[in-house]
């Protein structure tokens, strides 16, 4: 097992009315002893932006703006901005969220070249309805697909709205990686229940045609599925991966149902640096779960997301939206994290 230490709630909501009801699940850009923190921020009636906040050192917040730095301005975000991650690419940061409408739930990219102004580019993900979606699984190769994914489309169908030409696939937890591999932008993608890896050239390139090929062979992009009892509901990207010498790691969640209702994990796993498509290890149990009164309490109970991370020497801290109310730290220490994962090669 690997030692974690909760260092406890890092910041929570105010009397400000666009974070008044929960701050959760942040962005996080370390810029040497400096941490921004990019956050989704809601407001009555569950509308999410996106706040910021600046530490100095993993824990010592000296900045907090008192309005949204991302505000809600387009229709497909008319809902809210949500669960921020970023990364910086060449002289270029990009920040990936959820985007929803009040219906759908689709990656969006904002970029930006000074963590001062941020551009929106739009919608990336699927285009595509419920229905189109089961056509395209049966293209897949069946003996490797997770018979979830069908799963998936046939609870559209059963409430009767997989014709419906508005409702698109749900592909949340966007997740970029830091930098380019073998020449091309790579990013992680949840279509329930797993972990999927996309490679493109530009971000146009992610247009419908691109993805319908994509969905007809969709086994050869699933990086994780779900695998132990913690994560047997579903799983997703957490934060962006961590270039290390053994390989990318990959701080994620997976959630399990209980007799509580969902659980949700932190969880800890290593994909191959050169091709982040294959998964090394992945620790059979989770990295640490939901325990202390405001990881257990809040606006969605049981609920520990990991959504960045900052490196202090050995020290790895994450950060991570607890209980969808607060934002929370834990620090690990990396070397003993990394030698864990080499025992479940």
Known sequence: MVNVEKKGILLAPTENDFESNGVLNPAVYQDGDNIHLFYRAVAEGNYSTIGYAKANGPTNIVERFKEPLVYIALDFEIHGIEDPRIVKIEDT????????????????????????????????????NYKDYKHHLEHCNQEKLNPKYY?????????????????LLRDKD????????????????????GIQIVYFDDW?????????????????????????DFEVNYLGAGCPPIKTEVGWLLIYHGVCETTIGKTYHAAAALLQLDKPEVEISRLPYPLFSPTEKWEVEGVVNHVVFPTGTALFGDDL???????????????????????????YS
């Open 93 to 128: 940061y990009y920040i990936t969220y959820t985007a929803y409408d009040g219906i759908n739930a689709m990656g969006a990219l904002a970029t930006s070249k000074d963590l001062k102004n941020f551009e929106k580019k739009g919608i990336f993900t699927p285009p595509i």
């Open 151 to 167: 799963d998936y489309a046939k609870l559209f169908e059963s409430i009767g709205l997989a014709d419906d030409k508005q409702r």
């Open 174 to 193: 966007i997740v970029l990686f830091p930098e380019k591999i073998n020449g091309k932008f790579v990013l992680l993608h949840r279509i329930w229940p």
């Open 204 to 228: 146009e390139d992610l247009a419908k045609p691109f993805w319908e090929n994509y969905l007809k062979d969709l086994t050869a992009h699933i990086v994780m599925d779900p695998k132990y």
């Open 317 to 343: 801290y994450i950060y991570y939206g607890s209980a969808d109310q607060h934002i929370a730290v834990a620090r690990i220490s990396m070397n003993e994290l990394l030698n864990e994962l080499k025992k």
